[in-house]
């Protein structure tokens, strides 16, 4: 089973930029899906952005769509969330998440069973 390491959070001012990274090991990620799932205070944790293994196809939830780019390096084992035009509403902690993903050719939104500890992103007004 492969093991996730987030990293890159922090404290940020409305407008700016951010890049989360995600360090697997234990396994390539060669195979996996890997996606991007922030949980705000008192909420669920919710889907922004994957990546299918292959790298050729990628998902976005509305919201950040336009800000939000997901991109992975198999080669170096990692993945990064690239943020931008970072708003309030996009603080909580940024989990990066895998699952097998040669199963099935569509990129779906759920069924990750892999999961980091989370980074802390915080974005003032």
């Known amino acids: 089973q492969v093991q996730l390491v987030e990293s890159g959070g922090g404290l940020v001012q409305a407008g700016n930029s951010l890049r989360l990274s995600c360090a697997a090991s234990?396994?390539?990620?060669?195979?996996?899906?890997l996606g991007w799932f922030p949980q705000a205070p008192g909420t669920e944790r919710e889907f922004v952005a994957s990546i299918k293994w292959h790298g050729g196809r990628a998902d976005y939830e509305d919201s950040v769509m336009g800000r939000f780019f997901i991109s992975r390096d198999n080669a170096k084992n990692t993945a990064t969330l690239h943020m931008r035009s970072l708003e309030p509403e996009d603080t909580a902690v940024y989990y990066c998440a895998a699952k097998f993903g040669l199963a099935r050719r569509e990129l779906t939104r759920d069924g990750y069973d892999a999961w980091g500890q989370g980074t802390q992103v915080t974005v003032s007004s």
């Open positions: 234990g396994d390539s990620i060669n195979a996996y899906d």
